[in-house]
């Protein structure tokens, strides 16, 4: 038995078909994209370098490339500041031993002797008589020879004259008695004739004290206390005698 002859064609698989080939970039792209990537790297790697720094811990700032201009010029440094005035020291309290020279004003004194006693002598010139310091008390006696170096005449033992005070080691101040023109001693105290500049004259200071007092410093001044801070400091500490 023959079979009957198909009336269709066969089908047959379709072909497959091809993907549309991919068109290969020109020589000038390439050649761009290279510059741009190593432009990028380049700019990306200074950046890294100065923001992170230098390997030694130290941080730098990114340079910037100002977009505007800069005034570039140098201009002369301000000058040094000159030194700073020294401060005038202010005036000091000079301080002197028994036997010196010591100098205030147009005085010079030289402190010979200091002692303490219960009585002075004093004269009215007429009479003499013995002045008691009382109980509780004594007389402390400074023994000077007074100088006038300066340019005018004066008496330093009349009133309190150049004396600006007697200090005990408690730092109590004690002016001259009353009557110490009239203590033995002071003949030309108080009698009209001063010392001229040039000469000098043996001068007593009498204080009266308690006790217990001891005396530690004989001030003066050579301009009787008119001129501030002319004030010269003998030191007595321990040299008062009987």
């Known amino acids: 038995m023959i079979p009957p002859k198909p009336t269709d064609d066969p089908t047959l698989p379709a072909a497959p078909v091809s993907a549309p080939a991919r068109s290969r970039p020109s020589r000038r792209v390439v050649v761009l994209v290279a510059v741009w990537t190593v432009l990028v790297a380049g700019a990306s790697s200074a950046i890294t370098a100065?923001?992170?720094?230098?390997?030694?811990?130290?941080?730098?700032?990114?340079?910037?490339?100002?977009?505007?201009?800069?005034?570039?010029?140098?201009?002369?440094?301000?000058?040094?500041?000159?030194?700073?005035?020294?401060?005038?020291?202010?005036?000091?309290?000079?301080?002197?031993?028994?036997?010196?020279?010591?100098?205030?004003?147009?005085?010079t004194v030289v402190v010979k002797r200091v002692r303490e006693s219960?009585?002075?002598?004093?004269?009215?010139?007429?009479?003499?008589?013995?002045?008691?310091?009382?109980?509780?008390?004594?007389?402390?006696?400074?023994?000077?020879?007074?100088?006038?170096?300066?340019?005018?005449?004066?008496?330093?033992?009349?009133?309190?004259?150049?004396?600006?005070?007697?200090?005990?080691?408690?730092?109590?101040?004690?002016?001259?008695?009353?009557?110490?023109?009239?203590?033995k001693g002071n003949e030309k105290t108080c009698s009209g004739e001063e010392v001229q500049p040039g000469f000098k004259r043996d001068a007593l200071f009498v204080y009266k004290v308690p006790t217990k007092a001891r005396p530690a410093q004989w001030t003066f001044s050579g301009s009787g206390g008119s001129v501030e801070d002319d004030v010269a400091t003998v030191n007595l500490a321990g040299a008062t005698s009987s």
């Open 50 to 107: 100065a923001v992170v720094g230098d390997g030694d811990g130290v941080t730098a700032t990114p340079t910037v490339s100002p977009s505007v201009w800069q005034d570039t010029r140098t201009y002369p440094a301000d000058p040094p500041p000159g030194p700073e005035p020294e401060p005038t020291p202010s005036p000091t309290v000079q301080g002197y031993a028994i036997g010196d020279k010591a100098k205030s004003g147009g005085a």
């Open 118 to 183: 219960a009585t002075v002598t004093i004269s009215d010139f007429e009479t003499t008589k013995t002045l008691k310091a009382g109980e509780g008390a004594k007389y402390v006696i400074v023994e000077t020879t007074v100088y006038n170096d300066g340019t005018e005449s004066f008496d330093p033992a009349c009133g309190m004259g150049i004396s600006r005070g007697l200090v005990d080691t408690e730092g109590r101040n004690f002016d001259t008695i009353e009557n110490q023109y009239q203590v």
